[in-house]
């Protein structure tokens, strides 16, 4: 199964990473036979008629440390032989950096009970907790530039 | 809680990381993308086609009570579901890391994951035009919470092809919203597919300042 080499695709390497976005519009080929012009279905947006279920959450749990899932994870030291063995995985696991979601993975527990463990491990100050850097209200282009300028070298 | 891996964990049977997925200490913060669609629409593929780790995944339990289905026989047996997320990582630096998650795109089930979506750079909705309608529900709800997403088009070979504008009329999306083609499969498509969303993102970030 071949696939046709999309050049709008392509000649966003050649693209200065900052250069102003512009949307492309080089994707209608009215000679591609599965081309067709009309789109069947349409996208009704929600209004005050149809309003977004709730979920009420219990907010910030006070027993859970505030974990995101890319918290990066590090262990301060070695298991003691009498850790639980959730305690002694979670340790040796992150000897270096370990993201919370790689923990679960790994781990075989859902990320909320890995929450749970990482909350004990930290309050007994036997893993360090480094925070992600969050999309905020104020632009940050640095790091959206580093992100950038990264996945360029893919 | 049942610690059902707890002979896992005491038998020295634990997987970590393989010495190539292994974090440089340096390791300081990390950031996250969700790629969101609808079921089979390569959610999965994309991730795996960029990520520097063999995908892993993370799973979730819930219960009937959770998805919110009345029980009409007033009946008290509950029934679990589990949900699973795929996802992948690229290292950016020394110092920054890029995770990315494969999500779901029925929305009950994201707050399974709280705070999936907070703090996230932005939003891939990976779309499926023999089956638009599943992203509907998808695009919504990131409008709701302010993720900003662009709409990257999986070519399947035998999804029709429409016009952008006329996909921009059928999502009822705002003209800034790009909207690419991809093939998930490629490594160099996915990826592009991140830095239109990284690129938007830095528009907006422009515009703001």
């Keep these: 199964m071949t696939h046709p080499q999309d050049p709008s695709l392509d000649s966003y390497d050649s693209l200065d990473p900052l250069d102003a976005f512009t949307a492309p519009d080089s994707?209608?080929?009215?000679?591609?036979?599965?081309?067709?012009?009309?789109?069947?279905v349409k996208r009704a947006r929600r209004g005050p008629e149809n309003p977004e279920r709730l979920y009420i959450l219990t907010g910030e749990d006070s027993e859970r440390a505030p974990l995101d899932l890319?918290?990066?994870?590090?262990?301060?030291?070695?298991?003691?032989?009498?850790?639980?063995?959730?305690?002694?995985?979670?340790?040796r696991l992150c000897r270096t950096p370990l993201s919370v979601a790689e923990l679960s993975a790994y781990l075989v527990l859902p990320v909320s009970v890995v929450t749970v463990v990482l909350t004990e491990l930290l309050a007994a100050d036997l893993v360090q907790a480094r925070a992600p850097l969050v999309r905020s209200a104020l632009p940050d282009r640095s790091l959206l530039e580093a992100v950038m300028h990264g996945l360029q070298k893919l | 809680m049942d610690f059902k891996s707890s002979d896992t964990l005491t038998s020295g049977m634990l997987s970590g990381p393989r010495e190539q997925d292994v974090l440089p200490a340096t390791a300081a913060a990390a950031v996250k993308i969700v790629i969101v669609g609808g079921f089979g629409v390569g959610k999965t593929t994309m991730v795996g086609s960029v990520s520097e780790i063999r995908p892993l995944t993370t799973e979730e339990t819930m219960t009937e009570a959770g998805i919110g289905v009345d029980d009409d026989y007033g009946s008290e047996t509950k029934t679990a579901t589990t949900v699973a997320m795929d996802f992948g990582r690229i290292s950016i630096s020394e110092e920054?890391?890029?995770?990315?998650?494969?999500?779901?795109?029925?929305?009950?089930?994201?707050?399974?994951?709280?705070?999936?979506?907070?703090?996230?750079?932005?939003?891939?909705v990976l779309i499926d035009t023999r089956r638009l309608e599943v992203s509907f529900d998808v695009i919504g709800r990131l409008e709701e919470r302010g993720v900003p997403f662009i709409i990257a088009v999986n070519d399947f070979p035998d999804a029709p092809r429409h016009p952008v504008e006329a996909l921009r009329t059928a999502l009822d999306l705002e003209k800034e919203v790009p909207i690419v083609h991809c093939d998930a499969r490629r490594r160099t498509s996915s990826r592009d597919a991140l830095l239109t969303l990284m690129r938007y993102l830095h528009s907006l970030a422009m515009a703001r300042a």
Excluded: C, M
Excluded at chain 2, 96 to 116: C, D, H, I, K, S
């Design chain 1, 27 to 40: 994707l209608d080929d009215v000679h591609d036979p599965r081309f067709q012009a009309e789109v069947p």
């Design chain 1, 70 to 91: 890319v918290t990066l994870i590090v262990a301060k030291g070695e298991p003691s032989p009498t850790a639980q063995p959730e305690h002694s995985a979670v340790l």
């Design chain 2, 96 to 124: 920054l890391v890029l995770y990315l998650f494969g999500t779901p795109g029925q929305e009950r089930f994201w707050f399974l994951w709280n705070g999936l979506f907070e703090g996230a750079l932005g939003a891939v």
